[in-house]
């Protein structure tokens, strides 16, 4: 049974209003329910500006997007937005409130915790997320203070909270250390396993990162897609080594997926 259509676009473009530069130049994605894909590419790419398309932040300047159903520019992006998940580490959360504080503010879609939202189900809600999320230790521990692993587990906890259907994570292993990336890693491949209509987004500039459960990735160079579809077929050392400009060596082990530069 084919799954439903989460992501649909269709020669989407967005160029800037005042200079006119082409940032996306006819991007067409296809993305179903439970599937979880990458988006990669150099800086400058695209990635950033065709998450914010996903998640209804921007309209395109032509073609046609339709998120969840909706298409954008016919639906009210609020009620919308209420139904994705966004992650980022440049998040504006509250540093000196606590974990679980942080995971309501979620519910209610607000900076600060607007306390009289938060009836006894949102709160069990949010432990439960934080569990999920190995994040129960430090629960009560105020934001500010957790590792930066710990913060984007919190953050993914926090994202989780309105029960989205499409997950965007916006390179949400910035800056972590191995052992904190690799706690996320797993955290999102258990999400995948026990989410199965759950469809996550992630953009990322490595493919160590990109957990085992990835099902599809796309390439993006100048705006233009190089490459998109089951990530076996476009994580190739030539696929990517067209998307970065430079030679580039691809090898998987146990699921997990290596770049190398290709020189020698």
């Known amino acids: 049974m084919e799954r439903s259509v989460v992501v649909e676009l269709d020669d989407v473009s967005v160029r800037r209003y005042v200079t006119g530069q082409v940032i996306l130049d006819r991007v067409g994605l296809r993305i179903g329910a439970g599937e979880h894909w990458a988006l990669l590419g150099a800086n400058g790419a695209?990635?950033?500006?065709?998450?914010r398309v996903v998640g209804a932040v921007t309209h395109p300047t032509s073609g046609t997007a339709r998120i969840l159903g909706h298409r954008l520019g016919r639906v009210d992006v609020r009620e919308l937005r209420a139904?994705?998940?966004?992650v980022s580490s440049s998040q504006r959360v509250p540093q000196d409130q606590t974990a679980t504080t942080v995971v309501l503010?979620?519910?209610?879609g607000t900076v600060q915790p607007l306390w009289r939202?938060?009836?006894?189900?949102v709160r069990e809600r949010a432990r439960a997320l934080l569990a999920e999320l190995d994040c129960k230790d430090f629960a009560d521990r105020p934001f500010g203070v957790c590792s930066g692993g710990q913060r984007a587990r919190v953050l993914v906890a926090r994202a989780l909270m309105p029960d989205p259907s499409l997950l965007l994570l916006d390179e949400p292993f910035n800056a972590l250390d191995l052992p904190s990336r690799e706690d996320l890693v797993d955290a999102l491949a258990r999400l995948a396993t026990t989410r199965p209509d759950l469809t996550t987004v992630t953009v990322t500039h490595h493919l160590e990162e990109l957990p085992p459960t990835t099902s599809h990735a796309l390439l993006l160079r100048e705006g233009r897609v190089l490459a998109s579809g089951p990530v076996g077929d476009v994580l190739t050392g030539e696929a990517l080594s067209a998307c970065f400009g430079r030679p580039v060596e691809v090898t998987r082990q146990h699921g997990r997926w290596y770049a190398r530069s290709g020189r020698p």
């Open 46 to 51: 695209g990635k950033t500006s065709l998450l």
């Open 105 to 108: 503010t979620g519910a209610s």
């Open 117 to 121: 939202a938060y009836d006894d189900a």
């Open 83 to 86: 139904r994705l998940g966004h």
